[in-house]
């Protein structure tokens, strides 16, 4: 199927399958349940899981593939939105321009930065692409403020020219994002289906599509001759110098296309909310994408996208949670252990979101290297296990 074998074929499918009945399983409970809180069925998470498992995903193919852990990838995210946001004010509000600059703008400071950092390896290398980084995160801050808007970030306003599209709609206000007239980017529908409300959105649905072509083409690179290169530097890049082949060209391409990823997710959060601030390249953005792709596994093709998730979800869900609703789920308690109970519970939830990320990523470093993938191949591989040893037992005769 496209190209692919069966294995990945079939990832490709079930990936493809999860994304679009998003919105189902993301909301199991019922929306008047206490248990709701956990649904993350709503527009902006679901585009967030897959705007940023684009982003790990392009990571991936620097980090997982060549070994290059670069501590500053989140300058051609930010760099992918301002250069989104510019389209929308001289240009128009179609998102599909605003894409294709972000993808190439990225592209070519990724290959500036990535030609100076190259020349370095290890840990090295993972400085300077965060001074880089930091560079550019100043840069936006104050320097540039004419093209960032600085500390306030880059904004629509009524005065924006777009030549190719209106400055204002007939009510007077700043217009939406759109693939195509009429479709606009927030637009959607809810489906009603007893207490259960399942959200339809344009925008998710176009983040998916991107998130599917983004793997489908991660899935190429990893199985090509490009991928097994790449490979081999992770190995032995000694090894390889020695065989007379230069490594950096192929490094430097990694590098590209991991910033083109980097600017595709950038251009997807300015075309569902046409904002762009230089937080975005601040360092805890580039160590964030890191965390994720460790969470999930290194070098595993759908570990960064289940990294993501796993943090944009506590990030989202998890840090909403505060003492009046853990007084709810607990009420059944006599007063005094439900107080205690939601003590010791209350620091890792809300605020302290933090400190449970930082448990679950300490225990999956621990006990699970290879990330959720490993755990996800030892929950398999006991199923396998068990049902060889029943078709053996049952396959076995009895003695004479």
């Not at 989140?74 to 992918?80: D, I, N």
């Amino acid at each position: 199927m496209f190209g692919l074998n069966k294995k990945d074929g079939t990832l490709l499918l079930i990936v493809t399958i999860l994304t679009l009945f998003a919105p189902f399983i993301l909301n199991p409970f019922p929306t008047d349940s206490a248990m709701a809180q956990f649904n993350a069925g709503y527009p902006d998470l679901m585009q967030r899981f897959v705007i940023f498992g684009i982003f790990a995903i392009g990571f991936n193919i620097l980090f997982g593939l060549t070994g290059y852990l670069s501590f500053g990838h989140a300058a051609f995210l930010g760099v992918g939105s301002y250069a989104a946001v510019w389209v929308f004010k001289l240009v128009g509000m179609n998102i599909l321009p605003a894409i294709a600059l972000s993808v190439v703008v990225s592209g070519v400071f990724a290959l500036l930065i990535g030609f100076v950092s190259l020349r370095r390896s290890g840990i090295y290398f993972s400085i300077l692409t965060l001074a880089f980084a930091q560079m550019s995160f100043n840069l936006a801050y104050s320097v540039l403020t004419p093209l960032t808007n600085g500390e306030t970030g880059l904004q629509l306003t009524l005065n924006d020219p777009r030549f190719l599209g209106q400055s204002a709609t007939a009510d007077g206000s700043i217009p939406s994002t759109n693939i195509l007239p009429g479709v606009e980017m927030r637009s959607g529908f809810d489906l009603l289906f007893g207490p259960w409300s399942f959200t339809f959105n344009v925008g998710y649905y176009l983040c998916a599509i991107f998130m599917l072509i983004a793997f489908y083409m991660s899935i190429r690179i990893f199985r090509s001759p490009f991928g097994l290169m790449l490979r081999a530097i992770k190995s032995n890049q000694q090894r390889l110098n020695y065989t007379g082949l230069n490594a950096r060209p192929y490094t430097l391409a990694a590098f590209v296309i991991s910033g083109m990823y980097a600017g595709l997710a950038g251009g997807l959060m300015a075309s569902m909310d046409p904002l762009a601030g230089a937080e975005r390249m601040f360092w805890t953005a580039s160590g964030e994408v890191v965390l994720m792709t460790i969470l999930g596994g290194v070098g595993t093709l759908i570990g960064p996208v289940l990294g993501a998730g796993l943090i944009k979800y506590m990030e989202n869900i998890i840090s909403k949670i505060n003492a009046d609703i853990l007084h709810g789920w607990f009420a059944f308690l006599p007063d005094g252990l439900e107080d205690v109970v939601v003590t010791l519970i209350y620091p890792f939830i809300g605020k302290g979101w933090h400190l449970t990320l930082g448990i679950v990523f300490m225990l999956v470093v621990i006990f699970l290297p290879g990330g959720l993938v490993q755990g996800g191949q030892k929950i398999a591989g006991l199923f396998r296990r068990k049902k060889t040893q029943e078709s053996k037992n049952a396959t076995t005769e009895p003695a004479e």
